[in-house]
């Protein structure tokens, strides 16, 4: 279950149906996936598509997606600084940038047009639809892991258009929910 903070506000939301009309009401979606249907942590893309098919479809049909990718980043990515660095700073895309958790857990910042800037804590199960235009980062919790489905409208892909504006500055990438525990070592 995502975790929304309001850093300027010393407020975090945890309640299920509070986070979700409160990203509602800075214009995210929001939706968790229950229960997620279980892909071995090791599984190729094409096993995890293929398993969250039907989602895939239904989402592609409300929001005129037309492909669907799997990212898979970890601390032994190649390059994974600069590649974090495309994202950690604030920016916009001309479509909408859709993330289904299937592993691991982010933090996207959102500043919206009124109100403050808005941390999602999000992990396995979290589906988050931030919509063109909006202004947004990314960031990684300190394990570095994140695996999600990505959807695109564009089947080339969203090219970041950053603002300049200095605003992810001034926020730390600070994950508040309990440290991530790969799913091998919850049985242990």
Not at 111 to 126: C, L, M, T
């Amino acid at each position: 279950m995502a975790i929304v903070t309001i850093p300027d506000e010393n407020r975090k939301i945890e309640d299920p149906d509070e986070v979700t009309a409160y990203l509602a009401s800075i214009g995210i979606d929001y939706e968790q996936w229950e229960p997620a249907h279980p892909v071995a942590e090791d599984a190729p893309e094409e096993e995890i598509l293929e398993a969250y098919g039907v989602e895939i479809q239904k989402l592609k049909g409300e929001g005129g997606y037309v492909t669907a990718d799997v990212i898979d980043i970890n601390p032994e990515t190649p390059n994974l600084d600069m590649l974090l660095n495309k994202f950690n700073v604030e920016h916009w895309h001309n479509e909408d940038e859709v993330r289904f958790v299937i592993d691991g857990r982010g933090l996207f910042h959102i500043n919206p047009e009124e109100g403050p800037v808005v941390s999602i804590e999000v992990r396995a199960g979290d589906l988050l639809r931030v919509p063109r235009g909006t202004h947004h980062w990314f960031d990684l919790c300190a394990e570095s892991r994140i695996r999600a489905i990505r959807l695109f409208q564009d089947p080339s892909g969203w090219t970041p258009h950053y603002t300049d504006s200095g605003v992810s500055r001034g926020y730390e990438p600070v994950c508040l929910g309990p440290a991530y525990i790969p799913p091998h070592e919850v049985s242990r």
